[in-house]
């Protein structure tokens, strides 16, 4: 059984290897996958496990989800793709979601980085003040 330590070290070298450009190919991650669980070397599972939580990781990245409690106009959306790319860059994937239980105000999630300023937020930590 190989350690933790060497599964590790394997997934990470695999991931390397699905990287062109500093930008994960998609091809690349299915043919090492493939490729990973035709060889079945010893502990295959496990580096599995592992290269799927870096790939995940990875995509939350590259993700932002932006979550407001009413239906927002194009001329503000196309603000907060601007400023959330300008931070995160480009190659960003951003989604806009109505979630009428915040009453109000913005949470935008990238990876694992939150920034929530909603209403019911605010009343969250008004009510644990008192």
């Known amino acids: 059984m190989l350690t933790s330590k060497n599964i590790k070290r394997q997934a990470r070298k695999l991931f390397k290897l699905c990287k062109v450009n500093n930008v994960l190919d998609e091809n690349r991650v299915r043919l090492a996958v493939e490729g990973l669980i035709q060889r ?71 990876g694992s980085s939150v920034y929530d300023n909603t209403i019911i937020t605010r009343l969250n930590e008004l009510l644990e003040q008192f």
């Open 40 to 110: 079945k070397p010893r502990g295959h599972l496990q580096i599995l496990k592992f290269f799927k939580r870096l790939v995940k990781l990875e995509i939350d990245k590259k993700t932002a989800i932006v979550e407001t409690a009413i239906a927002i106009d194009n001329e503000l959306k196309n603000s907060i793709i601007e400023n959330v790319m300008h931070l995160y860059g480009k190659d960003l994937r951003l989604s806009f979601i109505t979630n009428s239980s915040l009453i109000g105000g913005m949470k935008v999630k990238v």
